[in-house]
């Protein structure tokens, strides 16, 4: 029974801390979770932004008209997942823009979130390639292969790893 007495008629921020300890209504917790969506996306997007400037500039470079049909095919690939990348965490600002103002905060949240993990694969998978190109072009060796694999291990432990480890080791059991 609510504090007051009267079952049911405290607002939903004034029955206490929930489970996560936070005293907030659920459209406060959309908010709560939009803006610290936004922050995670600004700080990706600037990243995503600089090496697909950079990836289209390649193709005017004199260089370019040397590299062979593989090397053309990789630099094809990372430009096509720069732009998939780029769409998908821009894809949150269209989506919050287009469904402001219908009250369906909670639920463009959700997409966000799901549009920004969707672009942070995207975003691994755009690295791979590029760091792929750039090497075979630099090294032009066996170990190519091998320092790309130990990179992509590296990004893949410290974006999803450490987190599920972290989500595992530490999430409160229900």
């Given at each position: 029974?609510?504090?007051?007495g009267a079952?049911?008629t405290?607002?939903?921020?004034?029955?206490?801390?929930?489970?996560?300890?936070?005293h907030?209504?659920?459209?406060?917790r959309?908010?709560?979770r939009?803006?610290?969506?936004?922050?995670?996306?600004?700080?990706?997007?600037?990243?995503v932004?600089?090496?697909?400037?950079?990836?289209?500039?390649?193709?005017?470079?004199?260089?370019?008209?040397?590299?062979?049909?593989?090397?053309?095919?990789?630099?094809?690939?990372?430009?096509?997942?720069g732009?998939?990348?780029?769409?998908?965490?821009?894809?949150?600002?269209?989506?919050?823009?287009?469904?402001?103002?219908?009250?369906?905060?909670?639920q463009?949240?959700?997409?966000?979130?799901?549009?920004?993990?969707?672009?942070?694969?995207?975003?691994?998978?755009?690295v791979?390639?590029?760091?792929?190109?750039?090497?075979?072009?630099?090294?032009?060796?066996?170990?190519?292969?091998?320092v790309?694999?130990?990179?992509?291990?590296?990004?893949?432990?410290?974006?999803?790893?450490l987190?599920?480890w972290?989500?595992?080791?530490?999430e409160?059991?229900?």
């Open positions: 029974m609510p504090a007051n079952a049911g405290d607002p939903p921020e004034a029955e206490g801390p929930r489970r996560d300890g936070r907030e209504s659920p459209a406060q959309a908010d709560r939009w803006t610290e969506l936004l922050q995670e996306v600004r700080v990706t997007q600037t990243g932004q600089i090496l697909f400037g950079f990836l289209l500039t390649v193709a005017f470079t004199p260089r370019f008209a040397t590299l062979g049909d593989t090397d053309r095919a990789i630099y094809v690939v990372t430009v096509v997942l732009a998939a990348t780029t769409g998908a965490l821009v894809g949150p600002v269209a989506f919050h823009r287009i469904v402001s103002g219908h009250r369906l905060k909670a463009t949240v959700t997409w966000a979130a799901r549009l920004t993990m969707a672009g942070v694969v995207l975003l691994l998978a755009t791979t390639s590029a760091l792929l190109l750039i090497l075979r072009i630099a090294l032009h060796n066996a170990a190519v292969p091998w790309v694999g130990g990179v992509v291990a590296w990004l893949v432990l410290c974006w999803f790893g987190p599920g972290a989500l595992h080791r530490y409160r059991r229900k």
